[in-house]
C-alpha cells in the first residue's frame, strides 16, 4: 500500500519514540502516506494504523481532527484559506467569496477540472500578512481580488 521509500521515512519516524510508543509518529505517517497517495482513503489509515499498532479509529480521529489531512480526492492545486480572527478582521470572507465566484465552486470542493480544491483552514500563523491563503507549500499574504487573479492566473 506503501512504497519502500514511504516504509523507510514512516520508520524513521517512529525511531523518534520509545518502542512502546511508537504511535506518537502518527501524525507523521498519515503526512507521508498523504504525500504519497495525495489523500486518506479509509483503506490508507487503516493500513498507517497496522502500521504504528493503533487501532484504525484512533488514526481516523487524528485525520478528522487537522485540516491539513484530506480524507478525499482533491485537487492539483489545493487553496487554504485561513478565515481565523486576523485574516477575518482583514478581509478572508471577501477572498473566499472572490475565489468562490472566480472557481465557481465552494470551500470544501473541487473544480470539474480536479484542478483546484478550495479549502478553509485555521490561523496558519501568518497574522501579520493577513489575509492569507497557502497553495500547496507556498504562503500568499495581503491579498485583494487582483492579487488572487494573478496568483491563480500563474497556475492556469
Known sequence: MLSEESLARIGREITKYPPQRKASAVMAALRIAQDEHGWLSEPLMDYVAQLLGMRPIEVYEV??????????????????????????????????????????????????DGRFTLKEVECLAACGGAPMFMIGKTYYENLTPERIDEILGSLE
Open 63 to 112: 485525520a478528522t481532527f487537522y485540516t491539513m489531512y484530506d480524507l478525499k480526492p482533491v485537487g492539483k492545486h489545493q487553496i487554504s484559506v485561513c478565515t481565523n480572527v486576523s485574516c477575518m478582521l482583514n478581509g478572508a470572507g471577501q477572498v473566499v467569496k472572490h475565489l468562490e465566484n472566480r472557481l465557481g465552486i465552494r470551500l470544501g470542493e473541487t473544480t470539474a
